[in-house]
């Protein structure tokens, strides 16, 4: 019998697929590419920590963990958000250990949305915030940020975005794409709209290790926060772990035993193997994250600097490793730039709008690469922007 | 010599590649070219940058010989100058590509790179062991490099990441 309807949910059928996937397509069909397009580290996971789980495979550890994770993993995870961010999380009740921090969003979006609930994604930002919001059956409202105020969220804006049905406030510094980082001022006023509206903030630190110019601040640890966040950190940037997928939340533990439901009847618990990495990443992988942090730093300011002399506008972004310069001046929009980059000169990035408000005019390069390969790249957008000059806009 | 951290920085880098070029390590660190040429002028004056080389694979060369050989000796210390003047002594030696004194059951570490098997056994039988201040020799040949001055020579690792990736 043929099939006469679609079986596929409404609510997915009107998603938009992600806007990242149409350039992967096309760069993965050509040779030769220099991609800045990548959102990953370019090291791979430090010896010490791949043996360690190759060493928990030999001796055997194959069963399933705790639905939260190891309890030593938990342990250590909150050693170090005390040590790190000076925030404290009990282990046992208020850490949960997930499949990247991409799952960690999903089961903090599901534990906190009713129908109806507004929360507040700033933008530009990772792709799947919105679509995760309205997979949990809330309503994402946007908040696009500017390059006058380096993608900084302004106070006055989340204001502005507030209602009656406003839930939650979702944030992510250092942020993806455009590398912006909030200080500690930055946040102070943020977190005063939060507690006088009694919101919450859902706070994707996936980031946090690889803040340059002074350590990161996380919104939990200013006063009064701890027990309106849900922290959401992983190993995928600063460990260089990102195939591993082990992400975890901190939140208080009423919201933590929430999203455990939710994550022991949709994951049962993270890989294991990943999980004893993270352990040893955890104990003993501190230097080599300051050692990628020494050559990611580098990068970013060879970027910035480099853009710069070809005329390509560039806040110098304090975290991540994403430069987002404007490429305004040549008239093109983010999408077509970005396609004609990667027809004419196989250098690939990914174009700002599809990170939503605020990131048309820009396009996001990524220097999780090595310095030849960022060397490259940047003479091939140079001689692209050379043959545009002149030329009728 | 007391350096700063911008001294560092600049030798880090070159310490990975000597090839980089003052002009992008400027960029990288927040100097000025001119800047970064002068630091560099000045560390190669003052022998902090000893020497740019080349790591070779000299493996892949088809009928290749020539074999490094690693020997820990055994030395008589003089009174005043120590393990100065035999070190010295050892590594004035074309043959001899390092010499470092070393804690533990022998005092030197002696490298030496020669054409043949032969030609090695000889530099040790006639140069090295008949020095006075000698006492015994060890000889190990190196059967195969792995990894040398942090680089690995065997594999190359291939970047797999996919090419757009949120």
Known sequence: ?393 | MKLNEKEVEILEILQKDARFEATDIAKMIGLSEAEVAETIRRLEEEKVIVHYATLVDWAKMDNYTGVTAMIDVKVTPKRGVGFDEVAERIYRFKEVSSVYLMSGVYDLSVTVEGKSMNEIARFVSEKLSTLDSVVSTTTHFQLKKYKHDGMIYTTKLEDNRIVVSP
């Open chain 1, 1 to 393: 019998m043929t099939v006469t309807k679609s079986y596929v949910a409404k609510s997915v059928e009107q998603m938009r697929p992600s806007g990242i996937r149409k350039f992967f397509d096309l760069a993965a069909t050509m040779e030769g590419v220099v991609s800045l397009g990548v959102g990953e580290p370019d090291f791979v996971t430090t010896w010490s920590v791949r043996e360690a789980a190759i060493n928990s495979l030999e001796r055997g550890f194959t069963s399933y963990t705790a639905n939260a994770g190891l309890i030593e993993l938990r342990r250590e995870i909150s050693y170090y958000m005390t040590g790190r961010f000076h925030v404290e999380y009990s282990p046992k009740e208020e850490i949960i250990v997930t499949v990247g921090a991409s799952q960690a969003l999903d089961i903090a979006m599901r534990a906190i949305t009713d129908p109806g609930d507004e929360i507040i994604v700033v933008e530009p930002c990772f792709v799947s915030y919105a679509p995760l919001v309205e997979l949990a059956g809330g309503r994402a409202v946007t908040i696009g940020t500017t390059d006058e105020t380096g993608f900084k969220l302004q106070p006055e804006q989340l204001e502005a975005a507030i209602t009656t049905k406003t839930k939650a406030v979702l944030l992510c510094y250092p942020n993806n794409p455009t590398g912006t980082q909030l200080d500690r001022e930055d946040l102070e006023l943020i977190a005063d709209i939060v507690r006088k509206h009694d919101l919450l903030v859902i706070a994707d630190e996936i980031y946090a290790e690889l803040a340059y110019d002074q350590p990161h601040t996380s919104i939990a640890a200013l006063d009064g926060m701890r027990e309106r966040t849900i922290l959401i950190n992983g190993f995928s940037k600063g460990f260089a772990m990102t195939g591993w997928r082990l992400g975890f939340t901190c939140a208080p533990k009423e919201i933590s035993s929430a999203m455990l439901k939710i994550h022991q009847y949709a994951m049962m618990c993270a890989s294991t193997p990943a999980q004893y990495a993270a352990i040893e990443a955890l104990q003993h992988g501190m230097s080599d994250v300051e050692s990628m942090k020494k050559d990611y730093r580098q990068r970013r300011n060879y970027m910035v600097q480099s853009f710069k002399e070809i005329g390509l506008d560039c806040h110098l972004p304090g975290g991540a490793f994403y430069v987002f310069p404007s490429i305004q001046s040549t008239g093109l929009t983010s999408e077509q730039f970005a396609e004609q980059l990667l027809l004419e000169e196989k250098v690939a990035v990914v174009p700002g709008s599809v990170f939503g408000e605020g990131g048309e005019g820009y396009i996001r390069c990524s220097y999780a690469s090595s310095m030849s390969q960022l060397q490259e790249a940047v003479k091939r957008i140079s001689r692209f922007l050379e043959k545009r000059k002149g030329r009728a806009i």
